[in-house]
């Protein structure tokens, strides 16, 4: 038993030790194939055009990418990707821009694609590496964006330049950039064309394809396929997300029958659960809402502001008197009310959390009121989101998700969105981007299938540095900076590996405090040493471990016959033999924390 315990745990502490070193792949494309040409160095080539993405790549989240042409570069959106319970006190990553560092007079433009904070979130945080750009984004990111760098007032005024599908600015005399529309969960997404003097390359920023978008036009299916046409696509570098999964995204439109049907039947108060950030979802609810002449209201810190931000430039669109306050739930009988809320995820201090606790001060769930999770799972949420789903249930309500229902559609495209696009694009090289790695590979496949020559299929990691020529590409052989850039509360960087580490160990097994009297004079102990843990175990409880404690700490000073003691040796000793002797007894680790004082 104790041999299966001690397995488990080395289990553990390897699954924890994945993120602490990150992977360094020897990259390659689909086949173990490699031409000797495709590891020069940048001693040897040091124009032309390279590809470099900051964050996105083998990962979902912390989209960053760079498109250098000689000595101008483009980026495109700077986003966070958020910690997990592996990163305790963490409160987002994001991408690593330290390649920038000494070339922030080359950085020209800076692109935003759409308004999700993986892409927007993490601009305050590298506006100190990216030097003195031109910025463009489209209508409501830039909204967005300003309410963003509002947050963070410390950090500088940033101005925007607006832009609109169809757009095209030029940046120089070798680059210009062409904007057309895609469709996403949020209005004014954009597809980025960058145009440089070997050919065009191609972000198709977070897409799928919808015909039938809700609050929002229909994908520039025309131009692109013009642009394909008569111009040609040197490189595609495409949205993987949805690269596993098979046949079509659904449309915001296939859910609007769902979603009226719920409306419909529903005898109680409705609350639905949703991103913030899904803004043609909340459009279908209020117009779903004014059909049944439910009042609607909003809670959750982003969900409000969005909607704000949306109302004030027509993103939204509601009769007068649909909206209502909070605190005025109780002024209308509860089936003419639906509440659009933040913390579908299950996550603890949000507003669905706090209403399935009976801790929200307006809002109480009755037993004919209906529950809809009108999102998905992200991926590590599925204890939180059943945790939350049970507490609903206990409080008598009806729950409804998306597995039960079509009551959500992603804003990514799945197979058949992705084989649309290579369709349309037709491109020599391709780079699948915005991704798990596994959904990378599957989408470079698909290329194959589309008929992209498997040499010309890049799969990259975050910080290679790709050169792209008229007939083919090859990998630099130096990196840029890959590593994680950890935001904690006001620090930006200062978390490193051993800090996350000391915080798993005490999030695991806690820790115990060693305080150690000893006399200058005789060096021996003087008092029996105090001992206090925290989250290790309850020492009243153990008085056995307690005493044999201290008799080792006892036996590790007065055993050393010197003639002056050695704090710092005194206390690596402690350290290591009191923590071997607690694993010994106990199979556990808790961070051992010695304090010598002499007398």
Known sequence: MASTRTSQKKMNRAERQRWLKPVVRRVRVLRETERKEDRRSTEDKVGGLKIIHFGGLGEVGRNMSAIQ?????ILIDAGVRFGDEKMPGIDFIIP?????????????AMFFTHGHMDHIGALPFVLDKIGDPD????????AILMKRMDEFKDRGPVNINLIQPGDEIKISNKLS?????????IPDDLEIIVKTPIGNIVHTSDFKFDDTPVNDKPADVEEMERMSREEGVLLLMSDSTGAENEGHSLSEQDITENLDKIFRESTGMLVLGTFASLINRVQQIITIAEKYGRKVVFDGYSMKTNVEICKKLGYLKMAKGTQIMMDEIDNYPRNKVVAVVTGAQGEGNAVLMRIANGEHKYVRILKHDTIVFSSSVIPGNEKDVQFLKDQLYRNG???????????HAGGHGNKEDLRRMLQLMKPKLFMPIHGQYSMMINHGLMAQEEGVEEKNIIIGDNGTVVHIEKDGWFFDRNKAPSDYVFVDGLGVGDIGNVVLRDRQVLAEDGFIVIVV??????HKVKTSPDIISRGFVYLKEHKDLLMQI?????????VQQMREPNAAYLKDQIRNQIGLFLFQKTERR???????IEV
């Open 69 to 73: 042409y000689d000595n101008e570069i």
């Open 550 to 558: 201290r008799k080792k700490i006892r036996h590790i000073v007065e």
């Open 135 to 142: 910025f463009y984004a489209a209508p409501l990111t830039k």
């Open 590 to 596: 808790p961070m051992v924390l010695p304090v010598l």
């Open 177 to 185: 950039v062409k904007v057309l529309r895609i469709n996403h969960s």
């Open 96 to 108: 690593n821009a330290s390649y920038l560092d000494d070339k922030k007079d080359m950085v020209k």
């Open 517 to 522: 009297l000893v006399d200058s004079s005789t």
């Open 397 to 407: 309500a009806k729950v409804l998700n998306y597995k039960m229902l079509d009551v």
